[in-house]
């Protein structure tokens, strides 16, 4: 942030120490991704030495082969592709319609249903009464238990709601006169006009479940090809921590130029980079959609 004309001692002090602190900032959310990232790409006989900040010293791609070779991986990736297409486009329908009839004032107990999902929303029911309700909906070991229980999310719906209060009325009176029906004027009319916040939730929901491990962790105990690649890179860190190599494994990691911290690390970048680059592209959207939700009205 560059000094004015005009600016005072102490607001030059404030905007020197703001500036540094950013900085300071970036450099520490920064190392750790660049960390992994330099040992991803090493050597794994070399990363053993230490001392791999943020380039390689001896450039590979064995780690990713081997990663790669790994079939469970490949059936994590199917797995978190169509959940985060599945699940996002749920979320969007189902959610786009309770906040479309939500912001409507002459809904009959609107006041309660709003307060009803705001309760639900605060007062978590815990593990255990969620993990019964799953088991009596057979939801568990089921690909259904990603999607169907975020297709409804009462943030998003706060979002929404308040973003389709803000549409002039004169929009969706014009189309009712046509003879347009109630979901049809919504598809129809609210939707264009709303794609700022739609494409925020969009986000917000596609990086949910791309992200999400636990569900698959407590709910999918039985079906190793239901596995998201999270879960996957969860099991992978969680065994590679918990015991010690054999002498096999060992010699076999060093035939192969690898080792358990390097094939860690490329485990960690290919599950993390794709959804990184995603959230590159549409960080606008946040900004915009969220504000425009958010504090308008």
Same mark, same amino acid.
């Not at 991803?40 to 064995?62: C, E, H, M, T």
């Not at 469970?72 to 978190?80: C, F």
């Not at 979002?159 to 389709?164: E, G, I, N, S």
């Given at each position: 942030?560059?000094?004015?004309?005009?600016?005072?001692?102490?607001?030059?002090?404030?905007? !020197?120490?703001?500036?540094? @602190?950013?900085?300071?900032? *970036?450099?520490? !959310?920064? #190392?750790?991704? @660049?960390? !992994?990232?330099?040992?991803?790409?090493?050597?794994?006989?070399?990363?053993?030495?230490?001392?791999? #900040?943020?380039?390689?010293?001896? =450039?590979? @791609?064995?780690?990713?082969?081997?990663?790669?070779?790994?079939?469970?991986?490949?059936?994590?990736?199917?797995?978190?592709?169509?959940?985060?297409?599945?699940?996002?486009?749920?979320? /969007?329908?189902?959610?786009?319609?309770?906040?479309?009839?939500?912001?409507?004032?002459?809904?009959?107990?609107?006041?309660?249903y709003i307060g009803i999902c705001i309760f639900c929303m605060i007062f978590n029911p815990g593990l255990v009464p969620t993990y019964m309700l799953y088991k009596d909906f057979r939801l568990l070991n089921n690909f259904l238990v990603y999607i169907l229980p975020s297709a409804v999310s009462v943030w998003y719906m706060l979002l929404m709601k308040t973003y389709f209060e803000q549409i002039p009325p004169d929009l969706?009176?014009?189309?009712? /006169?046509?003879? $347009?029906? !109630? /979901? +049809?004027?919504?598809?129809?009319?609210?939707?264009?006009?709303?794609?700022?916040?739609?494409?925020?939730? *969009?986000?917000?929901? $596609?990086? #949910? %479940?791309?992200?999400? =491990?636990?569900?698959?962790?407590?709910?999918?105990?039985?079906?190793?090809?239901? %596995?998201?690649?999270?879960?996957?890179?969860?099991?992978?860190?969680?065994?590679?921590?918990?015991?010690?190599?054999?002498?096999?494994?060992? %010699?076999? @990691?060093?035939?192969?130029?690898?080792?358990?911290?390097?094939?860690?690390?490329?485990?960690?970048?290919?599950?993390?980079?794709?959804?990184?680059?995603? #959230?590159?592209?549409?960080?606008? +959207?946040?900004?915009?959609?969220?504000?425009?939700?958010?504090?308008?009205?």
């Amino acid at each position: 942030m560059g000094m004015k004309v005009g600016d005072t001692r102490g607001e030059r002090i404030f905007r !020197t120490f703001n500036g540094i @602190l950013m900085v300071i900032i *970036c450099i520490m !959310t920064l #190392y750790p991704f @660049l960390n !992994t990232l330099a040992l991803s790409f090493n050597d794994g006989l070399d990363a053993n030495r230490g001392q791999i #900040y943020v380039l390689p010293r001896v =450039w590979s @791609l064995k780690n990713y082969q081997q990663v790669f070779k790994d079939k469970e991986i490949i059936n994590g990736y199917v797995i978190t592709i169509g959940r985060t297409v599945s699940g996002t486009i749920l979320t /969007l329908f189902f959610t786009g319609i309770l906040a479309y009839a939500l912001s409507k004032k002459r809904l009959a107990g609107r006041k309660a249903y709003i307060g009803i999902c705001i309760f639900c929303m605060i007062f978590n029911p815990g593990l255990v009464p969620t993990y019964m309700l799953y088991k009596d909906f057979r939801l568990l070991n089921n690909f259904l238990v990603y999607i169907l229980p975020s297709a409804v999310s009462v943030w998003y719906m706060l979002l929404m709601k308040t973003y389709f209060e803000q549409i002039p009325p004169d929009l969706e009176e014009s189309a009712m /006169l046509d003879g $347009a029906s !109630t /979901l +049809h004027t919504f598809i129809s009319i609210i939707v264009p006009v709303s794609m700022p916040i739609i494409s925020t939730i *969009c986000i917000f929901s $596609a990086v #949910y %479940q791309w992200n999400a =491990w636990y569900d698959a962790f407590m709910f999918v105990t039985r079906r190793a090809d239901l %596995q998201p690649v999270q879960t996957y890179l969860y099991r992978v860190i969680a065994v590679a921590s918990m015991r010690a190599e054999s002498a096999a494994e060992s %010699q076999l @990691l060093e035939r192969l130029r690898v080792n358990v911290v390097t094939l860690r690390a490329a485990t960690v970048m290919i599950t993390t980079i794709p959804i990184i680059f995603i #959230y590159a592209i549409f960080q606008k +959207h946040f900004i915009k959609g969220v504000m425009i939700g958010a504090l308008k009205g």
